[in-house]
Structures are given as C-alpha cells and as structure tokens.
C-alpha cells in the first residue's frame, strides 16, 4: 500500500502560479506517477503523466505547468503557471507500478491521494 499526499493548492486569480507538492511513502522506481484534476459533474481528468523520462501533459495545459520528479521518484511537483479559470478543480496525485503505458488514464492507476483544491478566479 502506497499513501501519497498533496499539498499546495490555494486560491490565486487568473495568470497566477501555485506549485502543487505530491509525497508517497514509498518510492516508485519503475512505475508511474500522475496528477489528474475534477470538477464536480465532470469525469477525473488527466493532467499530466511521467514515468522514467517520458512525460505526457494534457494539450491545454502544455507550456504553463511543470512536472519534476525527485531521484528517489517519492515526490511529485507541479509548477502551474498562467492559470485560467478553467483550471479550477480538485487536483489528486496517483502512482501506479504497473499499466503505465496510459499515462493520463485514471483507471490504470492504483493509489491516488486526498486531493488539493485549485481555484482560480477571473
């Protein structure tokens, strides 16, 4: 059993930057690591995917969020940049050994987090 647990998330107004903090208490060498957002009514969406040095980011979010890997691959970070008020939601961390060639799928993940709310207003 892996527990992972977030930290960071706030309120900022729109073109803002928050960095979102993901710790698991085991490291995950070979699997992979992800952060998926949701907003009530909606399905749990793929944010971005890292496994080793591959690392798949969801289109509207290219080029204003970050993902960085600590070497111990116990920590997940997320630098979000130029946010949008589309970007609201709950953001949840997620770790899986294993399935990992679908990276942004939230069904292919094993332990997920608590989650941290982002809110972003215009």
């Known amino acids: 059993q892996v527990h992972l647990v977030e930290s960071g998330g706030g309120s900022v107004q729109a073109g803002g930057s928050l960095r979102l903090s993901c710790v698991a208490s085991?490291?995950?060498?070979?699997?992979?690591m992800a952060w998926f957002r949701q907003v009530p009514g909606k399905e749990r969406e793929g944010v971005v995917g890292?496994?080793?040095?591959?690392?798949q980011y969801t289109d509207s979010v290219r080029d204003r969020f970050t993902v960085s890997r600590t070497n111990a691959k116990t920590t997940l970070s997320l630098q979000m940049d130029s946010l949008k008020p589309e970007d609201t939601g709950m953001y949840y961390c997620?770790?899986?050994?294993?399935?990992?060639?679908?990276?942004?799928?939230?069904?292919?993940?094993?332990?997920w987090g608590q989650g941290t709310q982002v809110t972003v207003s215009s």
């Open positions: 085991a490291p995950n060498y070979d699997g992979c």
């Open positions: 890292t496994r080793n040095a591959m690392i």
């Open positions: 997620a770790s899986s050994s294993d399935n990992c060639e679908w990276l942004l799928r939230p069904d292919k993940y094993t332990y």
